[in-house]
């Protein structure tokens, strides 16, 4: 079975912190993403990356960055973390072929 | 901006009855097509995906595609009270993306 984990299930941050969100797969798998998910706006596309060092922007990447120094692993960043931010972050692995498989989530709340 | 549009419901069925879930997308080059089913809390799960006209079963799972009225259906036949759940339609948007739509809520009572 596939495998793509989450760090922390649950994360409460305070405005103006950095944060770091994981995500670490185990199919050596090219293509890693990060969606946000909220009440009303369904899933959005955050960033994506191809392969390592590869990075691309998707809808809403204002206030994010990523890294990708290993190709199994994927790291969201919030680099000074405002109330808007508080979300369900996903991250999955997969294509258009085969569609995504999604780590489990982290919930954050930023206060 | 590519979207995919589904009715937020909920979408109320009795124990034992179809359950039709609808969505219809934007952009006429998308190719690929997913149906993901996610419980309250939890994160997406991969129920179904289909990629050509016609009718896809997959044990009380049936996708439906239509490229030409741009439409995508799920059907889910004798509906348990564990179906209960949101259904999320995805449709591949370039560049191995995927573009969700907001969901259906599905409730299956006993």
């Known amino acids: 079975d596939v495998k793509v984990t989450q760090s922390s299930r649950y994360l409460v941050k305070r405005t103006g912190e950095k944060v770091f969100l994981e995500c670490v797969q185990d199919?050596?798998?090219?293509?890693m993403f990060w969606y946000r998910q909220d009440p009303g706006l369904g899933l959005r596309l955050i960033y994506f990356?191809?392969?390592?060092?590869?990075?691309e922007k998707g809808d809403i990447p204002e206030g994010y960055s990523v890294s990708r120094e290993k190709k199994e692993r994927f790291s969201l960043i919030l680099e000074s973390a405002s109330t808007n931010q508080t979300s369900m972050y996903l991250c999955?692995?997969?294509?258009?072929?085969?569609?995504?498989?999604f780590g489990s989530g982290t919930r954050l709340t930023v206060v | 901006q590519k979207e995919v549009e589904q009715n937020s419901g909920p979408l109320s069925v009795p124990e034992g009855a179809i359950a039709s879930l609808n969505c219809t997308y934007s952009?006429?080059?998308?190719?690929?097509f997913f149906w993901y089913r996610q419980y309250s809390g939890k994160s997406p799960e991969l129920i179904m995906s289909?990629?050509?006209?016609g009718d896809k079963e997959d044990g009380r799972f049936t996708a439906q595609l239509n490229k030409a009225s741009q439409y995508v259906s799920l059907l889910i036949r004798d509906s348990q009270p564990s179906d209960s759940a949101t259904y999320l339609c995805?449709?591949?948007?370039?560049?191995?993306?995927?573009?969700f739509g907001k969901g259906t809520m599905l409730l299956v009572s006993p």
């Open positions: 999955a692995i997969g294509g258009q072929n085969y569609g995504y498989t």
């Open positions: 199919m050596d798998h090219e293509n």
């Open positions: 990356s191809y392969d390592v060092k590869m990075k």
């Open positions: 952009d006429r080059v998308s190719q690929s």
């Open positions: 289909i990629y050509s006209n």
């Open positions: 995805a449709v591949d948007s370039g560049y191995s993306t995927l573009t």
